[in-house]
């Protein structure tokens, strides 16, 4: 019976641990924008334009 006191005092200090860092994030804005991150995969990088391709200087044709 002991050690149904020792768990339950572990599994509220735990949760108490968990919800302290779930109000820190929330704070902080960690889970302000949750859709553009899985979004953001889909979009395609910025077209850079071509630079000429210079072959090594060591090579010789």
């Known amino acids: 019976m002991e050690i149904l006191y020792l768990m339950i005092i572990c599994s509220v200090s735990l949760a108490a641990i968990f919800l302290v860092i779930f109000i820190i ?29 210079e072959t090594p200087k060591n090579e010789k044709e």
């Open 25 to 53: 994030g929330a704070k902080k804005g960690q889970f302000e924008d949750d859709e553009s991150p899985a979004v953001r995969i889909l979009f395609d990088d910025e077209v850079k334009p071509d630079k000429e391709i």
